[in-house]
């Protein structure tokens, strides 16, 4: 019993090791054979020999890497709720030297809030694309799913964002567990499992449970992004023609407008465009359009390269921002009019 | 077919690997070898301490020791005894864990056909380029023994590899 503790915490040092230093090393079940040759000499006979040999055999590491893909590790929900079918994307890894089956299993974890309805959904075929589920490659996941050693498949974890009072920035977890045949529970890492050291289980020499004994995890986050447009718009300035007494402007006088936009919350607003109609009775002043204090002229030219100026069949302007975000701070867009 | 290939292989670990193996010819000295890995243990002063065990199994990553013991069975003192031990292919040498007493030692790097002292060693690297052998490039260990073997003399050479 005693051998058996200590050859447990040898192969647990060394599957940790090997867990980072190495893919799938040497395959299970590989007969390595050492030979040593001995050559002398005695008296008058010369270059006489002998040679031994022994062997072992290469015992089967089970590990695998589960790991989110770096770019959907995180995941933006857009606002408003509910969301539903919200992908995250992992990639199972077996970097142990044997093929062996893993059952995968999606474990859904409150923080603000918990992912709900999770499916799984195997990526066979233009990895990283969804085509959605049961179109092209993207098969729903059925029952253990074999992995080759140092092979890996892609896997989309799809859940349901519920709709709940979130705030922006609210997060849950989605975790993706990948469990062997032999993780029973409490089994420790590093257990070894005499006979079942090859491919499927099927070999003459020993299984090692690696690191979290044959159950492999890892997470990823769904993050709530409420993003807004606010716009305000005051009178600068009004310029009258004469000076007389009274609050009311005359005729040709000249009234500057001032649009503020600002994006708020933690998103990105896309294709942001405004317009303002000139008011009634007024008339737009020509060269008068200014954004973020730079001139901007009145025309659309070239077509599709220059999106912002007056629009006269219209009559309004039309102020082209593109994507914006809290950072990017207040736009401005001056204007003036003159009443008719 | 499969079952038959792992019944062989049970029959060559059964051979290799149940006693040390013995080398089978009429040679006045005789040659085996065993393969050890180093567990440390509590003795009974409760002081750790490291010991040798049999190896029938191991992991990759992990480091085996190789031991191989000499012994003159003959009658007469055997002369300029060489131990040769190629590093077995799914394997990598331990830089500085060859040893054995009233030995030289001496590596190669072009699979046994020649040796030399590890500064005397060079490869070609992935750019072309002659440089300095490291232990992972040794393929063959050689110690060269400095005095004769006298009746009933015996001795012990023993390195260490990493599964890879």
Sequence with gaps: MKRILILMIVVVAVVLLAATGWAAGTDAGTLIQNTATVTYDVGAATNLSATASTGFIVAEVLIVNVAPSVLLSTVAVIDP??????????????????????????????VDFAPDNPRIVIDTVNIGSYDGTGVGGDTAYSGPYTIPEDGVIWVWVINDILDTPLADLDTGQSQLVATHTYAAAGTAPGTVVPGQGDDLGDGPGELVLGPGGGTFSDTATYIITKTSVQVSKSIASIADTVSVPGDQPLPGAVVSYLLTVQVLGSGDADNVVVRDPIPLNTTYDPA????????????????????????????????????????????????????? | MRSLYYLMMAVLILIFSVSPAIAESNS???????????????????????????VESAVPGEEIVFIVTYLNKGKLPAENIVLTNPVPREMIYVGGSAGGETTVIIFSVDGGDTYDMPEKLFVVDENGERVQAKPEDYTHIRWRLTESLEPEGEGVVRFKAMLK
Excluded at chain 1, 98 to 103: K, M, P, R, T
Excluded at chain 1, 312 to 323: K, M, P, R, V
Aim: proline share 3%; glycine share 10%.
């Design chain 2, 28 to 54: 006045d000295v005789s040659v085996t070898t065993s393969i050890m890995r180093e567990v440390e243990v509590e003795n009974e002063q409760g002081k750790k301490e490291i010991r040798l065990e049999n």
């Design chain 1, 81 to 110: 709720l509910p969301a539903s079918d919200q992908r995250l994307y992992f990639s199972v890894q077996n970097t142990g030297n044997g093929s062996e089956a893993y059952a995968l299993t999606v474990s859904n974890i409150l």
């Design chain 1, 288 to 340: 008068s359009l200014f954004v973020n204090g730079s001139a901007e002229d009145d025309d659309f030219n070239p077509p599709g390269v220059d999106n912002s100026g007056y629009d006269g069949g219209n009559d309004w302007i039309e102020i082209t921002l593109g994507t914006l975000n809290a950072a990017a701070g207040a736009q401005t867009v001056r204007f003036s009019v003159t009443i008719d």
